[in-house]
């Protein structure tokens, strides 16, 4: 059942970058990281949301944890092709990150949400009621989900 699931959401996620207007070129590249980073980068340009993506980049800012609702550990990427994203990783869902520094390389699997200083990356957990894309962080080959 779960790698109809996997088939369906991939399915959904090519309708959507399809109907966006991205191309094939746009969203294929021999790198996970300069796919995702292209993917960032026109969903940004285009002001796109509710993407589900993978990749990675290095941290240039930690900023203070989020403590009103629910809890987020927060800190900004510099992807390979300079743009900034902002993670915000739900820590009442999944671990937080202890020995995050500045110039770690994260990898993430989140939902991309447009705003104009580059981006949100969200969903970096799993989703308890199982309606959600299950997303991830990495960091020194620990899975955080």
Sequence with gaps: MQKKAVIIIALLGSVY???SGFTIDDVSSTAVADNTSTTIQNAYNRQLSDIQLEGEGVVIKILPDDLDGSRHQRFILKLAHGQTVLIAHNIDLADKIQSLKKGDRVEFNGEYEWN??????HWTHH???GRHVHGWLKHRGITYQ
């Design 17 to 19: 970058l399809y109907l």
């Design 116 to 121: 104009a200083r580059g981006g949100v990356i």
């Design 127 to 129: 989703d308890p009621a």
